[in-house]
């Protein structure tokens, strides 16, 4: 069962509605639930479906926009709280964040090992160009290399 990170409702001060409109930050997706007099309208967000969050602050309240690309419309979420709407935001974008690392997770990890290995290999090659190792010990090292990779 995922974890209610956080949640921000929009203040009926502000509104004048009997119910607020609601955002439910959870470890895996967001629940966007915007209640009616007669009916609930109620989405579910994952995070690989979000691609930006805007915050806009102003002085008595701040309003906060969810970017969705996962066919369902736009969240806008007015009047909220400043801080509630600042601490959602940065839980948002640290979950996007995480999310799209992950899925491209493999392809980021090849990226770094391959000049990692190019870097040890000139350095071996200039070791044995110094004359500090021998022919030996550098193709002993390069096969090493080899065998890690």
């Known amino acids: ?19 607020p409109t609601s955002l439910y930050i959870y470890d895996d997706y967001m629940v966007y639930v915007k209640r009616g007099i007669i009916r609930r309208n109620e989405a579910t967000i994952s995070y690989n479906h979000v691609s930006q969050v805007y915050l806009r602050r102003g002085y008595l309240a701040s309003s906060l926009e969810v970017i969705n690309t996962g066919g369902v419309e736009n969240i806008l ?50 070791l044995k160009l110094k004359g500090t190792i021998s022919r030996g010990e550098f193709e002993k090292r390069r096969r090493e290399m080899l065998k890690s990779v």
């Open 77 to 126: 979420v007015k009047w909220l709280p400043i801080e509630q709407a600042a601490r959602a935001k940065k839980l948002i974008d640290q979950k996007i964040f995480h999310t799209h690392a992950r899925i491209t997770g493999k392809h980021q990890d090849m990226g770094r090992e391959v000049p990692d290995f190019e870097r040890k290999l000139a350095r071996l090659k200039e």
């Open 1 to 19: 069962m995922p974890n209610l990170l956080h949640v921000v409702r929009s203040m009926r001060i502000f509104t004048g509605e009997i119910h």
